[in-house]
Each structure stands twice: as structure tokens, then as C-alpha cells.
């Protein structure tokens, strides 16, 4: 899991291949949350006002919201007690990547062929999931502008 307080956002990050960091500045976001369906309403805003920056579409901004607000509820319903969720914003000129994790109970991916798990890939561009040694599963979202030429 990050180790990072919450609302915390991320300095510059070296890149991998050369170790510059002017070349390596990414927008990265990180929040960590309770897991709890009452702070969702956080998380939705945080990821409409991301949007916006990029200069998404009203209803680009609207999709995502609903899909970072499905990939939550998919992952809180297997939570463990106590458990944060933390989410990653990365931006980027023309999309956005969100990554969704939180510790769980069982530790078993989201099911995909749920209706829960279409309505994400509906909204979202490109949907993943991936679980860890710890049981920490995590639901990773991509989102291209319309104007990107892909959706």
C-alpha cells in the first residue's frame, strides 16, 4: 500500500530510464480514505475536479465519476474491517488513470461478468483488476478525452 498522508499529492518522480526528474514529472495524485461508502462522496469530487483540469467534457467528467464510484462500491463490499482505500490520479494530456485498491477480506478479484463490473467498462475506457500478495485487489480505470480520438 502508499504510504501517504491523506490528500497528499506526489512530488516530482524521477524517471525510471535516466533518473531525471524534469523528465520524469508526472501528475500524480493520492488520496487515502476510510473505507467506508459515506467518504465516496470525496472521492467523486476529487475526481470530477481532476477531469475538469484536463479539460474533460461535462459528460466525460459525469462517466468517470460514476466509474470510480462503481470500482469503490465493487471493492467495498469485500473490505476488511478498519481498511483504507487509496486511490492514484495520474494525469495525463489526454486521459486520465485511476487506480483503486483497498485491503480485503477474501482477496478475490472482482467478479467480471457482473452487471456492476459492465457499467464500469462502459463508463471507463479500459478497466483492470489485479490482486496483490497482502490481498490488497485493486481496480485500475483509463479514460480518454473524445478528442483524443478514443473513448
Known sequence: MPDTAPGAIDSPVPDPRTGD?????????????????????????????LAARLDFTLEEIEDLRIAVDEACAILLEDAAPQAQLFCEF???????????????????????DSFAWTVLSALAGSVD?????????SID???????????
Open 129 to 137: 483488476s489485479r490482486v496483490d500478495g497482502e490481498k490488497n485487489v
Open 21 to 49: 526528474v524534469a523528465a520524469g514529472v508526472r501528475d500524480l495524485v493520492r488520496l487515502r480514505l476510510p473505507a467506508v461508502g459515506a467518504y465516496l462522496s470525496v472521492l467523486r469530487s476529487a475526481t470530477a475536479g
Open 141 to 151: 480505470l483509463q479514460k480518454r478525452k473524445a478528442s483524443a480520438g478514443v473513448r
Open 90 to 112: 495520474e494525469l495525463l494530456p489526454d486521459e486520465i488513470r485511476v487506480s483503486v485498491t483497498v485491503p480485503t477480506v477474501s482477496g478475490a478479484l472482482p467478479v467480471r
